[in-house]
């Protein structure tokens, strides 16, 4: 059986959310319990009740870099910018440029422009980073627009011509236009067949569409041992 550490990577890994291990119905330990409370918690906004247990999951497992970026941005969510800041810098020792995102939000908010690029420049040469729209479209980074760091950041490309196709169809998923998106995604699995990513994606339309049978194979494909590419 795999062990939930493993299904926790490729869950991240792929973009998937903890309600896939829920779906897939996989079996999870007292300890892996709470750390799946703290990510329900997260996701329903209870921020200060997600940060509690994850400090107490933290209490035996404080190598565990998602429970650690996880538990600041329950922080960040309570404006407490510089314990999440501390949060996300130890996560990112453990795991490089798995919270730089969340680290130059924090570092914005508390009035450090410049750490908050470099941070961002991290971000972006890490398998972690996040769409060149979600990035631009952040409420939060948008405030270092007018730095001469931003400007000088992004006279490099960043990102490559599938990153950019994936981009495009998260933004039709997120109208709800499944059958423009789906049609990329077949498009795509014809060359990229072992990136995770299509397949949670493509089961998202398809959960979109009203195919739950379809959309859980491709969930299940999603979780298998697939090749990242970004």
Known sequence: MIQMDVILRRVRKTGLFVVGILILGLPVSGQEALYLQGVAALEKKKFVQSEELFSQFLQDHPDNFYAMKECGMAQFNQQKYSLAIASFLKADSLEPGVATFWLAKSYTLDGQPDKAVDALEVHLGSPYKRT???????????????TKKWRILWKKD???????????ILFLLSRRKAGEALSKINILLNQYNENGSLYFYRARAYQQLGKQKMALEDLQNALQDRKSVV
Do not use: F
Not at 132 to 146: G, T
Not at 158 to 167: C, D, Q
């Open 132 to 146: 060149e729209r979600d990035i631009m479209m952040d409420p939060v980074l948008s405030k270092l627009e007018h």
């Open 158 to 168: 960043w990102y490559a011509p599938l990153e950019r196709e994936k981009t495009e």
